[in-house]
C-alpha cells in the first residue's frame, strides 16, 4: 500500500523482511520478560527454570516461522508451525495462545485490506486455533468480511464476537457491567425523554399556574418572572440534568396516577446510580489488575508474556493465603519445576493437613523422584483424609508396585477399582510415563483467590472516604427533597381553574397522524397513560444506545475493539419494527 507520495510505495517482497523484523521484537517483548533471568533478584517472584526458559524461546521460534510462512502464503508451512506451537503450549500445561492469536489476526486484516481474503481466511483460522473462542478473531473475520464486501457476513461476525465477550474472563463480568451500565443508560435517557414529553403536554397549564400566582404583578414581569422561575436550572453547571430533576418536580401535581408512578421510579433510579456507579467502579478496578487477569489467565490455560510476573505479585499481596501457594505450586507442576512444587505443597499442608490434592501432588513428587517411601506415605494419608478417593488408592498401587509390594498393590488397585471403576480404567489405558495422578486443586481455587483479592484492594476507610461515601449519598437526599418539594408544591400552585392543555397529536387529520407516529410518547402522555409512554420512549433509548454499542463504557482488555456494524444494523431494524408498528396501530 502506499503511505504517503513522500515515503513512496514499496513492493511486498521490501515489506516483508521489516515487518519479520518487527515481528521478532514484538515477540521478544512479549515473551524474553518472562524467560531472560535479570541481574539481580528476580522482580517477579516467580523463577523459571532452564528447560520452561528454552521451552518459552521455542514457541518465539516458531511463531516466526509461522510469520515467514504467512508473508509467503505458504499455507501447509503455516499449518505445520500451529500445531507444532500447540504442542510445544501443551507440555507446558497451557492450552492457548492469546498474544499470538492475536498477531495472526493482526495479519489476516492487513491481508484482507491488500485484497488477499484467502490468506486472510486461513490466517484467522490459524488465530482461532492458538485460542478458540477469541472475541477478537470473530472482529477480525468481520473486518474480513467487510473487506471483501460480504457485508452480511461482517454483522454476523460482530455479533459472534460480542456473544464471545461473555465467554472469556475477565471479559465477561466486564461486559456484563457494560450490559448493566447500558441498561441504566437506556432508563434514564428514555426518562429525560419522559419529563420532556410531560413538559410538551402539560407545560402550559404549569406556565398557568405560576404565572397566576405572580398575578399581583404588572403583565410582562410577571411572564418574565415566570420564564426566568422555569428556566434558570438551565444557567447552572450540569444544569440539563438539575432542569429535568427541577421540571419533573413542578410537574408532579399534573400528572395522571400513573405518570406519578413513572416519576417516582425515575427519582429513585437517579438517586440509586452513583451508588452503582462507584460500586462498579470498584469492582472493575479489581478486574483489571494484573494479579486478578493473571488468575483468570491461569485458570483458562492462557500463556500471555506478562504472566509469570504478574502471578510473581500474589504471594506479597495475599501473604497468608493457602490458595495462592496451592495455586503456585500447581503451576509449578504443570511447568516439570517439581522442587518448586513440592515447597509450596509442603506450605499448604501446614495450614491445611487434610487437603487431599497437595497430599497426592506431594505424593507425585516422591514416585517420580524414587522416593518409594515417602510416595506411599503421602497416599495413605490422601486415602485417610478420603476414604472415597480412587486416586489415592489408585497411586497408592502404583508405588506399591514400584516397590515390590505386590500383595498390597493388588488390594490398593481392588479397592480403587471397587470406588470409581469407569475412571481407574481410563487412568490405566491413559497411563503416561509418570504413572500417577496429579490434581490441580489450587488452580480450582481461583474464584477463592479472586475474591480474597477484591478484599484486600478494597480502600481502607479513611476520613477522606469518609466524605467521599457521604457525597455518594447527596443525591439521595436531594431525590427525596424533590419529593417533599413536589407534595408542597401541589398546594402552592392551583390547577382547578387552569385551562385544558392543547391536544397536540390527539386529534383529527394527516398531521396529527404523522405526529403521533413520528413522536413517541406524546400521544400516551396526552391520555395520561404514563406507562405507555415511557415504554415508548425507552425503544427509542434503546436504539440510540445502540449506535453507540462499539464504544463500551468499560473498556475491555481487547487488541481489537469491536465494530459498530451489528449494533448500528439492530438499532435500524429496532426503529424500523416500531415505528412500522405506530403506523399500523394508528391506521387500525
Known amino acids: 500500500m502506499c503511505r504517503s507520495a513522500a515515503d513512496g510505495c514499496r513492493s511486498a517482497a521490501e515489506r516483508r523482511p521489516r515487518v519479520a523484523a518487527v515481528a521478532a521484537l514484538l515477540v521478544a517483548a512479549i515473551l524474553l520478560p518472562a524467560t531472560v533471568p535479570a541481574a539481580g533478584p528476580p522482580a517477579a517472584g516467580f523463577e523459571l527454570s532452564r528447560s520452561v526458559s528454552q521451552s518459552l524461546l521455542h514457541l518465539q521460534e516458531v511463531w516466526l516461522q509461522w510469520i515467514s510462512a504467512f508473508y509467503q502464503g505458504d499455507r501447509a508451512a503455516a499449518a505445520a508451525q500451529v500445531a507444532e506451537l500447540k504442542s510445544s503450549l501443551g507440555r507446558l500445561g497451557f492450552t492457548r495462545l492469546p498474544e499470538l492469536s492475536m498477531g495472526a489476526t493482526v495479519r489476516a486484516i492487513e491481508a484482507a485490506r491488500q485484497g488477499d481474503l484467502a490468506r486472510a481466511e486461513w490466517a484467522l483460522d490459524d488465530a482461532e486455533a492458538l485460542d478458540p473462542g477469541r472475541p477478537e478473531t470473530a472482529f477480525g473475520r468481520a473486518l474480513a468480511a467487510w473487506e471483501g464486501k460480504r457485508y452480511p457476513r461482517a454483522v454476523w461476525q460482530q455479533l459472534v464476537g460480542y456473544a464471545r465477550l461473555f465467554g472469556l474472563t475477565p471479559n465477561h463480568e466486564l461486559a456484563l457491567h457494560n450490559l448493566l451500565l447500558a441498561a441504566l443508560a437506556v432508563a434514564l435517557l428514555a426518562g429525560a425523554g419522559f419529563v420532556l414529553v410531560q413538559l410538551a403536554t402539560k407545560g ?172 506411599v506415605q503421602f497416599f495413605q494419608r490422601a486415602a485417610t483424609a478420603d476414604p472415597n478417593s480412587a486416586a489415592a488408592y489408585y497411586n497408592l498401587s502404583q508405588a506399591y508396585s514400584d516397590a515390590y509390594q505386590f500383595g498390597e498393590q493388588r488390594e490398593a488397585l481392588a479397592r480403587a477399582r471397587q470406588l470409581d471403576e469407569g475412571r481407574v480404567n481410563r487412568w490405566i489405558q491413559q497411563s503416561s510415563g509418570d504413572r500417577v495422578i496429579t490434581f490441580n486443586g489450587g488452580l480450582e481455587r481461583h474464584d477463592q483467590v479472586l475474591r480474597n483479592l477484591e478484599r484486600t484492594m478494597q480502600a481502607p476507610a479513611t476520613p477522606a472516604t469518609a466524605v467521599h461515601n457521604v457525597r455518594r449519598w447527596l443525591p439521595l437526599g436531594v431525590s427525596l427533597t424533590a419529593l417533599v418539594l413536589a407534595l408542597a408544591l401541589q398546594r402552592l400552585l392551583p390547577r382547578g381553574d387552569s385551562p385544558p392543555p392543547p391536544k397536540l397529536v390527539n386529534r383529527p387529520g394527516r398531521l396529527a397522524m404523522l405526529l403521533r407516529v413520528a413522536l413517541p410518547g406524546i400521544p400516551s402522555a396526552e391520555d395520561g397513560n404514563g406507562g405507555r409512554a415511557y415504554l415508548a420512549l425507552l425503544v427509542v433509548a434503546l436504539a440510540l444506545v445502540l449506535v453507540g454499542g462499539s464504544r463500551l463504557i468499560f473498556p475491555l482488555p481487547l487488541g481489537l475493539q469491536p465494530g459498530a456494524a451489528a449494533p448500528t444494523v439492530a438499532a435500524a431494524s429496532l426503529l424500523v419494527v416500531f415505528f412500522a408498528s405506530r403506523v399500523w396501530a394508528d391506521l387500525h
Request: net charge neutral; hydrophobic share 55%; proline share 5%.
Open 204 to 375: 402550559s397549564r404549569l406556565y398557568w399556574s405560576i404565572s397566576s400566582r405572580l398575578a399581583m404583578l404588572s403583565a410582562p414581569v410577571a411572564h418574565l418572572l415566570t420564564i426566568v422561575l422555569l428556566l434558570w436550572p438551565l444557567a447552572t453547571p450540569g444544569g440539563v440534568l438539575w432542569a429535568l430533576l427541577y421540571w419533573s418536580v413542578l410537574l408532579w401535581g399534573f400528572g395522571s396516577l400513573s405518570e406519578r408512578l413513572v416519576l417516582g421510579v425515575l427519582w429513585l433510579l437517579l438517586a440509586v446510580t452513583p451508588l452503582a456507579l462507584a460500586r462498579q467502579h470498584q469492582k472493575v478496578a479489581a478486574l483489571l489488575t494484573p494479579p486478578v487477569r493473571a488468575v483468570a489467565a491461569l485458570n483458562e490455560g492462557r500463556l500471555y508474556g506478562a504472566l509469570f510476573t504478574d502471578l510473581g505479585l500474589l504471594p506479597s499481596m495475599l501473604p497468608d493465603s493457602v490458595a495462592v501457594r496451592q495455586m503456585l505450586g500447581d503451576l509449578h507442576r504443570l511447568l516439570g519445576q517439581w522442587d518448586e512444587a513440592r515447597i509450596y505443597y509442603a506450605q499448604v499442608l501446614e495450614k491445611e493437613p487434610q487437603n487431599v490434592d497437595a497430599l497426592i501432588d506431594l505424593g507425585a513428587y516422591h514416585f517420580l523422584t524414587g522416593d518409594h517411601g515417602g510416595a
